[in-house]
């Protein structure tokens, strides 16, 4: 399609097309309804839904220009969101190491299992497995929100992009 450098900097001077993207980056949003709210958009700015107006491109650009403006800050905050996960994981995984480390240690050295140190040790060390194994669970979901910001991006370029042909 056409560049969108200059369309970066104005979408969203056109209340129109905020109104627009701000519909369509809704995260949860279905492909066909989306769909049909471009189509809606791309009809604004025709003579009886079949002859384009002059300004139909410029519209739909920045419609494309807003919509991939959107889904950039939110890729952006998504990386930093699973870089914060992975860091999170890494010092739970560091803890229930030094957790173990300390239980070992009280079993070599012969503490009574009611002791309130190895209690304490052994509850910590079931409690950061616990949050640890939950969050595992969820990495492959928090992966996926990235790829689904992109396809979602991806079939809207395409339908803003028949219209401009």
Request: aromatic share 14%; proline share 2%; net charge positive.
């Amino acid at each position: 399609g056409p560049a969108i450098d200059n369309s970066l900097n104005n979408w969203w001077k056109d209340d129109d097309v905020i109104e627009y993207v701000n519909i369509l980056a809704e995260p949860t949003l279905e492909e066909t309804k989306g769909t049909e709210v471009i189509e809606e958009f791309a009809k604004k700015y025709t003579y009886f839904g079949f002859l384009k107006k002059p300004e139909q491109k410029e519209k739909l650009v920045f419609l494309f220009a807003g919509l991939y403006q959107k889904a950039k800050d939110r890729r952006s905050r998504q990386y930093n969101g699973i870089i914060k996960f992975v860091e999170r994981q890494e010092s739970l995984r560091k803890a229930i190491g030094e957790s173990s480390k300390l239980i070992r240690k009280f079993r070599k050295e012969k503490l009574n299992i009611k002791d309130q140190k190895f209690i304490d040790a052994n509850s910590q060390l079931e409690w950061n497995t616990r949050v640890f194994d939950q969050r595992t669970r969820l990495t492959e979901y928090v992966c996926e929100e990235p790829v689904f910001n992109t396809q979602r991006l991806g079939y809207q370029a395409r339908k803003i992009f028949s219209y401009l042909k």
